[in-house]
């Protein structure tokens, strides 16, 4: 298992990216939002078993420092930070694993720089706007971040739950695997940061964004649509479902829910080699 990681930084626009590379062969990127590289420290060393797998902190998240700290995290915006991450690491286009907020990420890179995706595997992309009732979820997306806006974050992270329907046993699973032992102070700090770069300026945007699906299917890169096996009911695994369907492909079952990757990496490894073969 290549689980070694080099840390190295990236000056973009406005903001400076860190990210990290492990692993030999074709190159994988592994990107969330607002989840930073941290996320995927089970799944990367089992795919740097035969990928050069790079993750990174989106710009204002965690080790990515930015120099607005209003701006928000739109997705072009966040998709040309990767572009031109892409575009220091290599030449020929890569593969790219987005879960989340990452997945729209993707979607967006894709549609801006096809060239440089070879395969994307868009893991439970919240994009609302794809679904039949995207008003009344539109609406609650609001409520989350008015919520925070008048400085009740405990309700917003309430209502944001129960919007999503996460935090079941998956969720639980997935925590107590990533965090063995208790939080440093700093640790605590970093996550109520990142959260509330969350709420304030990652929420609006990514769930606002709609793809232009003409242009995607039109794109040499190969979309795989991906939800989670045990999601069934949560906000993600529906605008999943409605974003393979606005494709006209058929989404494939990953290990999990939202946090598959936390829970199973072993098995979401594999299902995600067997994705990217094709």
């Known amino acids: 298992m290549s689980g070694t990681a080099t840390s190295r930084t990236l000056d973009v626009r406005?903001?400076?990216?860190?990210?990290?590379?492990?692993?030999?062969?074709p190159v994988l990127l592994l990107i969330g939002l607002p989840m930073d590289s941290t996320g995927f420290a089970r799944l990367a060393p089992l795919l740097a078993e035969d990928h050069t797998v790079v993750t990174y902190d989106p710009r204002g998240i965690s080790g990515s420092t930015i120099d607005d700290p209003d701006q928000d995290a739109d997705p072009d915006l966040i998709a040309d930070d990767v572009h031109r991450l892409i575009t220091a690491l290599t030449t020929e286009p890569v593969a790219v694993f987005g879960s989340s907020g990452g997945a729209v990420t993707g979607i967006a890179l894709t549609h801006r720089h096809p060239e440089q995706v070879r395969t994307l595997v868009a893991h439970e992309p919240p994009l609302v706007e794809l679904l039949p009732d995207r008003a009344q979820v539109r609406a609650e997306v609001d409520d989350v971040y008015a919520t925070h806006l008048r400085g009740d974050t405990d309700a917003a992270w309430a209502k944001f739950m129960t919007m999503t329907a996460l935090g079941g046993a998956d969720s639980a699973a997935a925590q107590q695997a990533t965090e063995p032992e208790p939080p440093t102070d700093q640790e605590k700090e970093q996550?109520?940061?990142?959260?509330?770069?969350?709420?304030?300026?990652?929420?609006?945007?990514?769930?606002?964004?709609r793809p232009d699906i003409a242009a995607l299917r039109a794109a040499p890169t190969r979309i795989v649509a991906a939800r989670g096996a045990t999601s069934a009911g949560q906000l993600a695994h529906?605008?999943?479902?409605?974003?393979?369907?606005?494709?006209?492909?058929?989404?494939?079952?990953?290990?999990?829910?939202?946090?598959g990757f936390f829970t199973d990496p072993e098995s979401f490894a594999t299902t995600l080699r067997r994705a990217l073969a094709g």
């Open 191 to 209: 996550t109520a940061a990142n959260g509330d770069r969350m709420l304030a300026h990652c929420l609006l945007p990514t769930t606002r964004y």
């Open 14 to 25: 406005g903001a400076r990216l860190h990210y990290e590379i492990r692993g030999t062969g």
């Open 238 to 259: 529906r605008t999943a479902t409605a974003f393979a369907e606005h494709l006209a492909i058929p989404p494939i079952e990953f290990p999990g829910d939202h946090g």
